[in-house]
């Protein structure tokens, strides 16, 4: 107990010294910009924010860092009973926190519902004008108005151990590489040759459901009017995954398995496809990763996951809440963020900036920021819907099943219709 | 003295006044709300619509949730037996007078119980991981297969391993209480079938089997329901190929907190509760039949 005291004394001590800063800092800037001041000082206030996600501390302190008056309280709730928790309290109505956040996974739900703030309202197009389509288009409900905004972008790429790469692609050059497998084809038979060369021990991907995560945002919305549609790019990638399979071109370990992890830091696989937030799968104990790994563009542009943050309807610090999304969704943030964490911006503006000095010591001299760029802005902005998730990962399922037990894409796609029907009994599947 | 009898059973019912507010607040509500809940249409985010028997209707023609019915009684089978079977012999074993450490054991195969099913899942799928597991490295180190078994690909395997973790996490408890029964079973009968000259096997068919006979039927019925209502350690193993190890619980589980179909999970518990309850009724004219018996 008096040693969490003392932590919190030395905590809260540390924060007034940062209070201290940034006032100094305001009362000198106040000459020049007399209006902002104006609103600056307005921004006081107890803020109460619910994540799972433990950087978002970070983003309280840099907030409170410029709005010293504002206070802001982060719970996190780490683990899968996160949505259930806020749920129960958004229905209850007691202790609901001012702004929560949500998962990509499950954000059509939430925003959806009565009970987030229509951001639109409060001028959030203005703050989202920048972005990655893709990124404000998820925080969009149906009827297209901004319900929930995310501070950064989730984009993946395939990445290499360079040493690696020289040895079994005769390359490192992630230009290179990125032409190399601008293909499904084309890593077919890079995968076969990979496979023989190190007879059997060495493979290009992790799996074959790396296919699934590349095209699962780059093919049609699975349900239009109530209908279930089946994208008859999903059959092409059926036949391409098979023959990933049956090559040995992938090293059948499921993305983010025990094996997948080690495969990573061990080389047995040449091209990881993995989102740019999973650095902290790299085992870089002593800095061992430093210049050691590259990134190359996937023949589609891919992201995977994303936080977003939405402020509760009832919320009685609307206007300071807003403050704060402002901020996450503004350049100062995003820029400290990329070179605090290197979790890549949601603003274009903050790519472009970065383009061609933004280094990361796992990456040596290569400006990471540029495949990542060339493949996220493609990606097409979809308004997250009710069924997308759900039905993407029945889909990964059966489908999944279906390549490892051979079977015909016909008998897949009945399986697959029985599983959805069974689960959203209201769609029509035929 | 008849009067100061009518007064002292008042400070009775106080005394019980708090178990039954809590059972009416955390044990009764819910169970009635349930059953409110299965007749609307409710995702939690809405407001919940009345739809009649809808759920109901749905829930018989539901083949996912027969199949669950299926996997867990297929489990629950696969575990009990050689459960009930290890623990009977263990406990026979350990019964004997001659065995030393006695009570080492007794301990060192209790503690599976003690560990929680969520840990004993997430350890029996890193054992059974294909391609990183140890079950694999050490079945082709000694040359038993040459290549990996994908031990999740296959259904029967699969349910083998679930059954694999609850057989490992009860059957210790499931000896302690041979022990017991062994232990109530009178001297005077082991002393007197060995002046008769019976031999161990003799004793162990027709005087302990028999007379545990109780224990086994007590162990084997308080096991159905613990078994119907598997869910934590299979959870932790995935839905396996073709949902072969979806169990009913798991299902009510992904139905009403990952699919957020509040209404339909509860019509889904209420079916849980009628089969249980099913079970539970067979269960006890078993029991009432061997009382005949005895």
């Given at each position: 107990m008096k040693k969490w005291l003392s932590i919190l004394f030395a905590a809260v001590l540390i924060l007034s010294l940062f209070a201290g800063c940034s006032n100094s800092e305001k009362s000198t800037?106040?000459?020049?910009?007399?209006?902002?001041?104006?609103?600056?000082?307005?921004?006081?206030?107890?803020?109460?924010?619910?994540?799972?996600?433990?950087?978002?501390?970070?983003?309280?302190?840099?907030?409170?860092?410029?709005?010293?008056?504002?206070?802001?309280?982060v719970k996190i709730f780490p683990g899968d009973q996160y949505q259930t928790k806020l749920l129960n309290v958004l229905q209850?109505?007691?202790?609901?926190?001012?702004?929560?956040?949500?998962?990509?996974?499950?954000?059509?739900?939430?925003?959806?519902?009565?009970?987030?703030?229509n951001l639109s309202d409060m001028g959030a197009e203005d703050l989202v004008k920048d972005y990655v389509p893709y990124v404000q288009a998820l925080g969009r409900d149906a009827k297209g108005d901004v319900r929930a905004i995310s501070d950064h972008s989730s984009?993946?790429?395939?990445?290499?151990?360079?040493?690696?790469?020289?040895?079994?692609?005769?390359?490192?050059?992630?230009?290179?590489?990125?032409?190399?497998?601008?293909?499904?084809?084309?890593?077919?038979?890079?995968?076969?040759?990979?496979?023989k060369e190190s007879n059997g021990k060495v493979h290009l991907i992790s799996h074959f459901g790396d296919i699934y995560n590349i095209e699962a945002y780059n093919t049609k919305p699975w349900v239009k009017d109530g209908k279930l549609t089946i994208d008859p790019a999903w059959k092409e990638n059926y036949k391409v995954q098979q023959e990933i399979f049956n090559n040995d071109v992938d090293a059948k370990l499921e993305f983010f398995s025990a094996g997948w992890g080690n495969a990573i830091n061990d080389g047995s696989v040449v091209l990881t496809a993995m989102p740019a937030w999973a650095s902290f799968m790299v085992d870089n104990k002593d800095d061992k990763a430093k210049d050691k790994f590259g990134v190359a563009a996937t023949p589609k542009g891919f992201y995977?996951?994303?936080?977003?943050?939405?402020?509760?309807?009832?919320?009685?610090?609307?206007?300071?809440?807003?403050?704060?999304?402002?901020?996450?969704?503004?350049?100062?943030?995003?820029?400290?963020?990329?070179?605090?964490t290197g979790n890549m911006p949601g603003l274009l503006t903050v790519y472009k900036d970065n383009l061609e000095t933004f280094k990361s010591p796992m990456f040596g001299d290569q400006n990471i920021l540029k495949p990542y760029y060339e493949t996220v802005k493609d990606i097409p902005?979809?308004?997250?819907?009710?069924?997308?998730?759900?039905?993407?990962?029945?889909?990964?399922?059966v489908a999944g099943q279906g390549i490892k037990d051979k079977d015909d894409i016909n008998n897949v796609i009945e399986k697959f219709k029985k599983e959805v029907k069974n689960t959203f009994p209201e769609l029509n599947v035929d | 003295m008849r009067k100061s009898s009518i007064n002292k059973s008042q400070f009775g019912f106080y005394f019980v006044v708090p178990y039954f507010i809590t059972f009416l607040i955390f044990g009764l509500t819910p169970i009635i709300y349930s059953l409110y809940l299965s007749f609307m249409k409710w995702d939690g985010f809405s407001d919940p619509v009345f739809v009649g028997l809808a759920n109901y209707t749905r829930l018989l023609q539901d083949t996912f949730f027969l199949k669950s019915i299926g996997n867990t009684l297929i489990i629950w089978v696969l575990s009990i037996v050689p459960q009930l079977i290890l623990a009977l012999i263990l406990a026979m074993i350990l019964n004997e007078k001659f065995i030393r450490g006695k009570h080492f054991f007794r301990a060192v195969f209790y503690f599976p119980n003690i560990v929680t099913p969520v840990t004993l899942g997430v350890l029996f799928s890193l054992m059974f991981d294909w391609q990183t597991g140890s079950v694999n490295k050490l079945l082709m180190g000694i040359g038993l297969i040459d290549d990996p078994v994908n031990w999740f690909n296959s259904p029967w395997l699969a349910r083998l391993i679930v059954a694999g973790v609850i057989m490992w996490q009860y059957f210790g408890f499931n000896m302690l209480v041979f022990i017991a029964g062994l232990q109530s079973i009178p001297h005077e009968l082991y002393e007197a079938a060995?002046?008769?000259?019976?031999?161990?096997?003799?004793?162990?068919?027709?005087?302990?089997?028999?007379?545990?006979?109780?224990?086994?039927?007590?162990?084997?019925?308080?096991?159905?329901?613990?078994?119907?209502?598997?869910?934590?350690?299979?959870?932790?193993?995935?839905?396996g190929p073709d949902n072969s190890t979806l169990t009913m619980v798991m299902y009510l589980y992904q139905t009403a907190f990952k699919n957020f179909d509040y209404s339909y999970g509860a019509a889904i518990a209420y079916a849980i509760f009628v089969i249980i309850l099913i079970f539970s009724l067979i269960s006890i004219k078993f029991s009432k039949m061997n009382k005949v018996e005895q």
């Open positions: 800037s106040s000459k020049d910009k007399k209006s902002d001041n104006k609103t600056a000082q307005k921004v006081e206030g107890k803020l109460t924010i619910w994540t799972f996600f433990g950087q978002v501390k970070d983003m309280a302190a840099e907030f409170e860092k410029k709005y010293p008056d504002a206070k802001v309280e209850s109505g007691k202790g609901v926190p001012d702004i929560f956040d949500l998962e990509r996974g499950y954000i059509d739900k939430f925003i959806n519902s009565k009970y987030v703030v984009p993946g790429g395939f990445w290499y151990i360079k040493e690696n790469a020289k040895k079994y692609l005769g390359t490192d050059n992630p230009d290179e590489i990125s032409a190399m497998v601008d293909s499904y084809d084309k890593i077919i038979e890079l995968g076969k040759k990979v496979n995977m996951g994303g936080t977003y943050r939405s402020i509760y309807e009832k919320s009685e610090n609307k206007d300071l809440a807003y403050k704060f999304i402002e901020f996450i969704a503004g350049k100062e943030w995003q820029q400290h963020n990329l070179e605090a902005g979809l308004k997250p819907d009710k069924y997308g998730e759900e039905v993407l990962s029945k889909w990964r399922k | 060995e002046v008769d000259g019976a031999s161990r096997w003799d004793i162990a068919i027709k005087i302990t089997l028999p007379l545990l006979k109780p224990v086994l039927l007590f162990t084997f019925i308080t096991s159905i329901i613990g078994g119907l209502q598997l869910f934590d350690a299979p959870l932790m193993l995935g839905n």
